[in-house]
Nanobody, 125 residues
Framework: QVQLVESGGGLVQAGGSLRLSCAAS????????MGWFRQAPEKERELVAA????????YYADSVKGRFTISRDNAKNTVYLQMNSLKPEDTAVYSC??????????????????WGQGTQVTVSS
């Protein structure tokens, strides 16, 4: 059982930066795949970034490559999403998620077992 709490969202102007944090409670997740998803109104949830459960390999959606960085601090049971050069199209609710098995594609949201409540990111033009 894992409980996730996101923080760090807010309102920022285009070109600005935010760092999202996802703190886990209960037990460590160093062995689990971690992902950041986002969902804008009337749009499907999409994977933004993920970090592997073992070697730390990362995945990024094409739309955020070079701008976003996912990282994890296993000692603190926390995963981060550093977002730079934000654009209005980045506006969405961002949620972190845990995939215990990591045997499906990182983009398949149904493979993730635990989800945070989400944090709103709004980028103004």
């Amino acid at each position: 059982q894992v409980q996730l709490v996101e923080s760090g969202g807010g309102l920022v102007q285009a070109g600005g930066s935010l760092r999202l944090s996802c703190a886990a409670s209960g037990r460590t997740f160093s062995r689990y795949r971690m992902g950041w998803f986002r969902q804008a109104p009337e749009k499907e949830r999409e994977l933004v970034a993920a970090v592997s459960r073992s070697d730390g390999n990362t995945y990024y959606a094409d739309s955020v490559k070079g701008r976003f960085t996912i990282s994890r601090d296993n000692a603190k049971n926390t995963v981060y999403l550093q977002m730079n050069s934000l654009k209005p199209e980045d506006t969405a609710v961002y949620s972190c998620a845990v995939d215990e098995l990591g045997m499906y594609s990182v983009t398949y949201s149904g493979a993730y077992d635990y989800w945070g409540q989400g944090t709103q990111v709004t980028v103004s033009s």
